[in-house]
């Protein structure tokens, strides 16, 4: 066995938690909500904040300003920045520093002003940048426009529609309304979506994520130390992780996403299951084609089938797939990165935590996100048995 398939089932998730709210909220700090987020999960572990002993962190801080600021001394930190889905790869880094003894009690911490910019540090994309010297003097203005780009090619090649973009849409605000603290709770319709302006064709305004302020937090240790913990632990099963490029122009194919396969593949292939065997599946939606294309990707539909996949409302609730049972980023929260989320709420559902919008016998769960413009792809498969 080799060193990565040896990590299945030795970590479990035993606490998540958001900020105290989230939304539009001028009054908190990107900090604050790191430390908000990381209270609210330590106490759902049942651990006080001085076990813990490794902290992992993304954004635009550094990775030892969270632990100065929640006053934890850690032996180990991660700060890895992919974008989105930068914490599902600090659940693969947890799971490795856990086994190592590197760290007894690992916190992953997202605190992000990203609607009221509140103590949220600069881009720290200059003019001297890869993507402002190579690719914005070409037109491209920012991710609306490279998803476009991809969602284009994907319409070209296989027929997809608008319809089948806003089919996302409609069934993740769905969900949403089932959640009382999504930004967006009211109901929509396709001729909603396709009424709504264009953002960057073929994209219109409700097939875009929100912009909100929020953070959210996850605690893991050991398997063996989390049968002592009050709520029941939530297993790793399986972790992947890949990278295909910096700028989508340099995307290996505008109609397929090989990060994604890729990591898919590692995953399923760490955890011994396979699509069938997920009964709930959390896949970042910064646009409604990026669930698209994960569906593709990791093996839920063939090669442009998705569209026909997701027809029909497949995905809302009392549908075939329950998919992003929170709302997403389209209509729960979306702070700018969004896969810490994805974590929580799948941890909620195997709980049996999620009131009406819970996946009835829900034991096993997929987390799949990306980072930058389809430039990277992480996922994590969870269960409540080891």
Known sequence: MNTTSSLRGTAAIVGVGESDQLGRLPDRSALQLHMEAARNALADAGIGVGEVDAVFSSGRNMANEVPEYLGIRPRFVGGTQVGGCSFLLHIEHAAAALAAGLCSVALITHGESGYSRV??????????????QFEIPHGTTGPATGYGLVATRHMHEYGTTSEDLAEIAVATRAWASLNPRAFARDPITIEDVLASRIISWPLHLLDCCLVTDGGGAVVLTRAERAADLPAPPVFVLGTGTAIGHLMVSQMENFDRWDAAERAGA????????????IDVTQLYDAFTIVPLLALEALGYCGRGESGPFVRGQRTAPGGAFPLNTNGGGLSYTHTGMYGIFMIIEAVRQLRGLRGPAQVQGARTALCHGTGGEWSSAATVILSLDR
């Open 119 to 132: 103590g949220h540090p600069r881009q720290r994309w200059g003019d001297d940048s890869v993507n402002n």
């Open 266 to 277: 590692a995953a399923f292939a760490m955890a011994g299951v396979g699509p069938t065997d």
